[in-house]
């Protein structure tokens, strides 16, 4: 009884051990394996910038009329030639934030009105972005 159990071990040990060097043969002609798919690398590394935003709204609103840098100038926006001022020196730098933040609320004479286009934290956010940005403030 005690041999027949010592025999079937080593009959099963005999097979693992056949198997294994068969499939040891087997794996020198296999195909290989196919190349890694590109990984995107996120070249964004992100840099934090709390003006994001307010230059995204810049671009998008004003700058059709102030300039990409806020410098102003003439220009004409649908048909109308505008003498839009600067929004980095001059009087601007005098003018107050309430001013600024009323200016761009409710427009004044050429100057649209952005009460239904953006939120007064948007236009708060604007006008710190106009001082520190802009005017260096
Ligand atoms: C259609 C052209 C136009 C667009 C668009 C425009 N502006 Fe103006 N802005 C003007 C003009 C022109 C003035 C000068 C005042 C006037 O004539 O109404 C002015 C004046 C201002 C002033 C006051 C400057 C000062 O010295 O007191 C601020 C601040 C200002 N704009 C900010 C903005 C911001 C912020 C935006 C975008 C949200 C914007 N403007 C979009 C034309 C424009």
Redesign the pocket.
């Known amino acids: 009884m005690n041999s027949a159990k010592f025999a079937a071990i080593i009959l099963v040990t005999g097979c693992f051990a056949t198997a294994c060097t068969s499939s040891d043969r087997v794996t020198t002609n296999q195909a290989q394996p196919s190349a890694s798919p590109a990984t995107a690398t996120a070249a964004a590394t992100a840099t934090p910038d709390p003006f994001a935003k307010a230059y995204e709204?810049?671009q998008k609103?004003?700058q059709?009329?102030?300039g990409e840098k806020g410098q102003g100038g003439t220009?004409t926006?649908e048909g109308r030639k505008?003498?839009?001022?600067s929004?980095r020196d001059?009087?601007?730098l005098e003018?107050t934030d309430e001013?600024?933040v009323n200016?761009?609320t409710d427009?004044?004479?050429?100057?649209?009105a952005?009460k239904d286009?953006?939120s007064p934290n948007e236009?708060n956010d604007?006008?710190r972005f106009?001082r520190k940005e802009l005017q260096g403030k």
Not at 107 to 112: A, F, L, W, Y
């Open positions: 709204n810049f609103n004003c059709v009329c102030h220009v926006v505008l003498k839009v001022p929004l001059g009087h601007a003018h001013k600024f200016q761009i427009g004044d004479e050429e100057m649209p952005f286009k953006l236009i604007l006008v106009i």
